[in-house]
Antibody
């Protein structure tokens, strides 16, 4: 059974750092495209970052230069290192697996989300 | 950047009604359009991928159509459990969402 379990969220001051983890089971993280998607309170979904199976990484403009996506193949875990955090980064962060299709890569499995609150 | 518009932003319909949501891209995106359902406090759920393919296990009352710039998502007969917000996604970008309520 495919499962994604996020952890690492919490309260952090503006300018601080946090690292989110997403432990996967039932499939191999390194063989798939994996993403982070966030949702600010009461708002819609915002794509944050993706890491391709080949290792290429891409970011939304809103987090470029501050966030880094990575994976640990030995732990089958996805990470999001978040630096220079701002109040507008406050959101529930979901990790998601993108499946292969003839079109673009739909997110077929999602974690339960972890809340990041940036506040002094 | 490709702009996505999704409409309406919200709607109320009766149980059994046919519900239609549209997504429009500012340029041709072929069939690179997915649809998700999100219930309050829950992670999104994939319903339709590649514009018209029903994800495994999703009820057949959900459907999608379109290609190029204009896409439609339909619930053929609205059920109480369909109360949710629905999002389209092109490439990695999500539309603003449509909140569906029961009248």
């Amino acid at each position: 059974e495919v499962q994604l379990v996020e952890s690492g969220g919490g309260l952090v001051q503006p300018g601080g750092s946090l690292r989110l983890s997403c432990a996967a089971s039932g499939f191999t993280v390194s063989s798939n495209y994996m993403s982070w998607v966030r949702q600010a309170p009461g708002k819609g979904l915002e794509w944050v970052s993706v890491i391709y199976s080949g290792g290429s990484t891409y970011y939304a403009d809103s987090v470029k230069g501050r966030f880094t996506i990575s994976r640990d193949n030995s732990k089958n875990t996805l990470y999001l290192q978040m630096n220079s955090l701002r109040a507008e980064d406050t959101a529930v962060y979901y990790c998601a697996r993108a499946k292969y299709s003839s079109g673009w890569y739909p997110f077929d499995y999602w974690g339960q989300g972890t809340l990041v609150t940036v506040s002094s | 950047d490709i702009q996505m518009t999704q409409s309406p932003s919200s709607l109320s319909a009766s149980v059994g009604d046919r519900v239609t949501i549209t997504c429009q891209a500012s340029q041709d995106i072929s069939n690179y359009l997915n649809w998700y359902q999100q219930k309050p406090g829950k992670a999104p759920k994939l319903l339709i991928y590649d514009a018209s393919n029903l994800e495994t296990g999703v009820p057949s009352r959900f459907s999608g159509s379109g290609s190029g710039t204009d896409f439609t998502f339909t619930i053929s007969s609205l059920q109480p459990e369909d109360i949710a917000t629905y999002y389209c996604q092109q490439y990695w970008t999500f539309g603003p969402g449509t909140k569906v309520d029961i009248k």
